[in-house]
DNA sequence: ATTTTTAAACTTTTTTTAAGGTTAATAGGT
DNA sequence: ACCTATTAACCTTAAAAAAAGTTTAAAAAT
């Protein structure tokens, strides 16, 4: 689960970060409204937790234009402000749910799992791309009687590859959500977990591969 | 079993803590009708001791809004009101009973059993799950004629495996489920817990398997 | 007296790193 | 155009390093 957290006010947002990755979130904090509102229009995060003030542009603006640009990302907002008025505004630019300031870490946590848990639970349980299935709740990879199991990374790979399936995905993009925004990995690192999902893929029989585009990233060809 | 307590008076909630932990229930206590609806909307507890007059939304309004998201947690109404239109709403709204203040604290354990057993009990008693049986009335775990006795603790982690066989259940998940919403467990309280039911396990001469998927939590391996 | 937490030493697995082998694109010469 | 040398990108693997998990014993809490 990766989390945006955009707050001008550095120690609420160090704050905000610490509660959250103590809960294994990963997050990218940034301290600018315009600066947010193009990390949130990567459309890579599973949730935005959103200030309405702040610097060069506001929440609400923030939030309206994301949805105009069709980016669904479920949004928490966040206020000192306790004015009916915001809070009407804040849901109708988009938001998902409003929290004043001051708040306590578990209800913070409450409401992020609210609002995620409609939109991120519906990839759960059984997926099957191509000649294999993959089984989210146990992370076992599956074709006919072979089965085998993945770990964190493996997991997280596949998971980017069954979610585009034939689409090139650059190591860059890889990078940024399996080892996270501010990793320094590099791209052997990649090319290290595609070869051990190549071998896990092979021992269990499937067809399937994952085929490099050089210069471009990978892409996992879907045989039915 | 797992309690929700949302009461803002804070010597009722106190008091009510104080009664259900005697019992070994554990509880959770939140004193605003939002924030409660919220924790109550995670589906994790057994049963929702719910207050009628509360700051920021009634619980009228809580029960209605669970059930209307699926939430069948049972409802047991507290309320300071004698009156019938009141029971009348509260049972409309979705309770599953009512209950006047004040009360005496037998009355109290005597409706939450009633309420939890409905909806609670049909795992009750004897579960077998792969190669051994799980009496959670005298909480022991039996295999042949072998047999030892499981601490609370034990046996909620336990009901945790049991209930999603083969499923990877994150340590995060277990801490919610076995420790409590609020609690401060850390991972190695959960790896403590599971090395202790490993070790009653493979007591009784079970094959049966609790294994480590690294950095995504434990599994139960069903042994048929 | 039992349950629960904590801490420490130990084990296992994951993750990174690095090196040597392949492959495919590019450049240069004919 | 064609062949070949060069080079950069990629593949695979072993093994080093780092991180996560296991198991105890003992302290603390109930």
Redesign the pocket.
């Known amino acids: 689960m990766q989390i945006l957290i955009v707050e001008d006010e550095k120690r609420l947002a160090d704050a905000l970060r610490e509660i959250l990755s103590e809960q294994k979130y990963m997050t990218d904090v940034v301290y600018d409204g315009k600066v947010g509102f193009d990390y949130a229009l990567s459309g890579i995060y599973d949730a935005i937790i959103l200030d309405i003030m702040l610097p060069h542009k506001n929440g609400f603006e923030i939030a309206y234009e994301l949805r105009k640009n069709k980016i669904e990302t479920p949004i928490l907002m966040l206020t000192a402000k306790d004015t009916i008025p915001d809070k009407v505004s804040g849901l109708n630019s988009g938001a998902d749910d409003y929290m004043t300031k001051p708040f306590a870490p578990e209800e913070l946590i409450a409401r992020l799992k609210a609002i995620t848990r409609r939109k991120g639970e519906v990839i759960l349980d059984e997926a099957t791309f191509g000649d294999f299935t993959f089984n989210s709740s146990t992370c076992q990879l599956t074709k006919g009687v072979k089965s085998i199991?993945l770990?964190?990374?493996?997991t997280e790979l596949l998971k980017l590859f069954i979610s585009r399936p034939n689409a090139i995905i650059s190591?860059e993009e890889i990078i940024t959500k399996v080892?996270g925004y501010d990793?320094?990995?590099?791209?052997?690192?990649?090319?290290?977990?595609?070869?051990?999902l190549?071998?896990k893929l092979s021992f269990i029989g499937s067809e399937t591969e994952?085929?490099?585009?050089?210069?471009?990233?990978?892409r996992m060809e879907c045989k039915p």
């Open positions: 199991h770990n964190f990374k493996e190591k080892w990793s320094d990995a590099g791209s052997n690192n990649v090319e290290a977990y595609v070869s051990f190549r071998r994952i085929k490099s585009a050089k210069k471009l990233g990978y």
